[in-house]
């Protein structure tokens, strides 16, 4: 079981900056593909960015493609989101999950087996 807690939320106004960090307990998350997904109010979930378990191989979803970083801390057991030029549209929960990294990347949720509880994130025009 991979126990997975996000943080680093908050309020924020345009095109300032957030990190969220994707902290694991229990067990390490060295053998596991991590990704970020963001749910808008009353939309669905959609993906954001996802890093290979070597962090070599990351990938982003359009909307944040040039914004938003994704790294992975090994010491730390720990993957962050670099949140960069924010806009309100980026408001709304944030979740990381994890998966087995078998060699591919992954962009669906339905991929993903763990899931934290998800951190807020407010941008203010």
């Known amino acids: 079981q991979v126990h997975l807690v996000e943080s680093g939320g908050g309020l924020v106004q345009a095109g300032g900056s957030l990190r969220l960090s994707c902290a694991a307990s229990?067990?390490?998350?060295?053998?596991?593909?991590v990704g970020w997904f963001h749910q808008a109010p009353g939309k669905e979930r959609e993906f954001v960015a996802t890093v290979s378990r070597s962090g070599g191989r990351t990938y982003y979803g359009d909307s944040v493609e040039g914004r938003f970083t994704i790294s992975r801390d090994s010491a730390h057991n720990t993957v962050h989101l670099q949140m960069n030029s924010l806009k309100p549209e980026d408001t709304g929960v944030y979740y990381c999950?994890?998966?087995?990294?078998?060699?591919?990347?992954?962009?669906?949720?339905?991929?993903?087996?763990?899931w934290g509880q998800g951190t807020q994130v407010t941008v203010s025009s």
């Open positions: 999950a994890a998966t087995v990294d078998a060699g591919n990347l992954y962009w669906y949720t339905f991929e993903y087996e763990y």
């Open positions: 229990e067990r390490t998350i060295s053998g596991y593909a």
